[in-house]
């Protein structure tokens, strides 16, 4: 099952503008947590926010969770052609062993 | 280098065949997780492993089958049952997902399987 909805499907850029994902879920969660996967790669995790988080920063990223509307969004400052990549969000019930629960994925592509 | 390793990078496989995927990780994880990857598609979850010798069903784990008879490897073997089996094929490991671990997931390359 697929707890995340993300939104838009897809995203293009210029270098240097701001790029915003967000992603949806149903159930309450422990954490949600951000990856990114370039084309035919591994994924690699980005950040994770807590359930009693509201905001968080890595670098040029931003992440805010908003438990009570079951939302969270992703926030890349300054992009660079290189963030081109897929976005997921996951989501940790924090009951279920580990198990993570991914979103469909936003495919962002940043032009030069 | 501390890490997680697929092999082989790119299988093919004829229907009715068996093939498994090899998963090792070298990060003295206790969790283990493999997921599948459709094109355009997010990740759904096959079978995952808690610890040595325990594993559990995840979403979709029909015609899919695992062992975990070590901490660092947790094969995964792709059976002539599984009707749609051409994807890509994602292990991952983590610390654990018990607190004070907040379940970090670490992915290898992957493996892309095609059924002839």
């Known amino acids: 099952s697929q707890q995340g909805e993300e939104d838009p499907q897809a995203l293009s850029i210029q270098e240097g503008e701001n790029a915003t994902m967000n992603c949806s879920y149903k159930?309450?969660?422990?954490?949600l947590q951000w990856y990114r996967q370039n084309s035919g790669r591994g994924l690699v995790h980005l950040i994770l926010?807590?359930?009693?988080?509201r905001e968080k920063h890595s670098g040029r990223l931003r992440v805010t969770l908003d438990t009570s509307k079951k939302s969270s969004s992703l926030l890349i400052t300054a992009s660079r052609a290189a963030d081109t990549a897929s976005y997921f969000c996951?989501?940790?019930?924090?009951?279920?062993?580990?198990?993570?629960?991914f979103g469909q994925g936003t495919e962002l592509s940043v032009k030069p | 280098d501390g890490g997680i390793t697929q092999s082989p990078k790119y299988l093919f496989r004829k229907e009715g065949q068996n093939v498994t995927l090899s998963c090792e990780q070298n990060?003295?994880?206790?969790?283990m997780y493999w997921y599948r990857q459709d094109p355009g598609q997010g990740l759904r979850l096959i079978y995952y492993?808690?610890?040595?010798?325990?594993?559990q069903k995840g979403d979709i784990a029909e015609g899919y089958s695992v062992s975990r008879e070590k901490k660092e490897s947790f094969p995964l073997t792709v059976t002539s049952a599984q009707k749609n089996p051409t994807a890509f094929y994602l292990c991952?490991?983590?610390?654990?997902?018990?607190?004070?671990?907040?379940?970090?997931?670490?992915f290898g390359p992957g493996t892309r399987l095609t059924v002839l």
């Open positions: 996951a989501t940790d019930a924090g009951n279920q062993g580990g198990k993570l629960i």
């Open positions: 926010i807590r359930s009693n988080e």
């Open positions: 492993s808690q610890i040595v010798n325990d594993f």
């Open positions: 991952a490991s983590s610390t654990g997902p018990f607190p004070p671990f907040h379940n970090e997931q670490f």
């Open positions: 990060l003295n994880h206790d969790a």
């Open positions: 159930t309450s969660i422990n954490n």
